[in-house]
């Protein structure tokens, strides 16, 4: 018992020392954040989609190893430049077979359109920690404006890496038929739900 009460204490006490660290080195306030250019983290950053499989079940997969880079400055958003790159061949579903069906011709085609863009054209504060950036999505070819609902996470060093860091989620629903991507609608939903986790490092 004596000795299971030391390590408790241990602990709280590292937490406690640790603590203070961490919160001196990170802001969640938007202001604060750092302007300057940022590389995406493509190891920590995921595109993550969902879609109705014939009514049964909310099917969900996963873009990985997405590359893009970022210019902000917190006091004049409206500046903000975001492309990405999101190579269509590294769609992830855990099923081996499925993620060839995916790369056919009935959905993404991937031989004929590999990668996929966004480059953002507009970008409007909504709240503390939140902005929409409108920007032009390029998928299967076709080109059409798209809506990311951001949430701003956290700026400062990394205690990992030591690095100074951005991150933030976000949202986006595309019709993937209007991008030409209309294999089994509406069987399989024409509505696709992104879910986005960007996690940004200052360029050096």
Do not use: C
């Not at 049964?56 to 997969?61: A, D, K, N, Q, R």
């Not at 400062?156 to 989620?169: H, M, P, T, W």
Request: glycine share 8%.
């Amino acid at each position: 018992m004596r000795h299971s009460f030391q390590i408790a204490a241990y602990g709280l006490a590292a937490a406690l020392l640790l603590a203070p660290v961490a919160n001196a080195q990170t802001t969640q306030v938007p202001a604060q954040a750092r302007a300057g250019a940022y590389t995406l983290n493509s190891d920590h950053s995921k595109i993550t989609w969902s879609v109705n499989h014939l009514g049964f079940s909310t099917y969900v997969g996963q873009f990985h190893g997405v590359t893009g880079t970022l210019r902000i400055d917190p006091a004049s958003l409206a500046t903000t430049e975001l492309q990405v790159t999101i190579d269509t061949n590294l769609v992830a579903t855990l099923t081996p077979a499925l993620d060839t069906h995916l790369k056919s011709a009935d959905f993404l085609d991937t031989a004929r359109f590999p990668t996929a863009t966004f480059k953002s054209t507009k970008v409007v504060r909504t709240g503390d920690r939140t902005a929409d950036v409108t920007g032009d999505l390029t998928l299967h070819g076709v080109t059409k404006p798209v809506v990311i609902h951001a949430t701003f996470n956290q700026a400062g060093v990394n205690l990992a890496d030591k690095q100074y860091s951005l991150g933030f989620d976000g949202k986006a629903v595309i019709k993937r038929s209007e991008f030409g991507v209309s294999g089994y609608v509406p069987a399989v939903g024409d509505d696709v739900t992104l879910q986005l986790a960007a996690e940004f490092k200052a360029a050096k």
